[in-house]
Nanobody
Framework: VQLQASGGGLVQPGGSLRLSCTAS????????IGWFRRAPGKGREGVLF????????YTVDSVKDRFTIARDNAKNTVYLQMNSLKPEDTAVYYC????????????????WGQGTQVTVSS
């Protein structure tokens, strides 16, 4: 089972990007997908998580009201919509899956995709 993150790029402050996390099998087979990021010189941090069993999500305070998560089961994909981007959002973004539907902690995720670079700069 593989996850692949894509959609990163260079965007100006205030701009938007949509990242995709595409699974090699149906997203209905998963219980939780999380989006994480690693900024330069910092550790990996969780950003947004979706419980795929009940479709609820949790967003960390630093991106609340700017980032949202959505799923498309037909495309085996979970999206991270990022609006009003700031330079401090610059990071490599990763998606990962967890067997725990309510997972939010790094250690609960056991299946990671490769990262996609997001750079917010004028």
């Amino acid at each position: 089972v593989q996850l692949q993150a894509s959609g990163g790029g260079l965007v100006q402050p205030g701009g938007s990007l949509r990242l995709s996390c595409t699974a090699s099998t149906s997203t209905l087979d998963y219980h939780n997908i999380g989006w994480f990021r690693r900024a330069p010189g910092k550790g990996r941090e969780g950003v947004l998580f979706i419980n795929l069993d009940d479709n609820t999500s949790y967003t960390v305070d630093s991106v609340k009201d700017r980032f949202t998560i959505a799923r498309d089961n037909a495309k085996n994909t979970v999206y991270l919509q990022m609006n009003s981007l700031k330079p401090e959002d610059t990071a490599v973004y990763y998606c990962a899956s967890s067997p725990n539907p309510t997972a939010r902690s790094l250690f609960e995720y056991n299946n990671w995709g490769q990262g996609t670079q997001v750079t917010v700069s004028s």
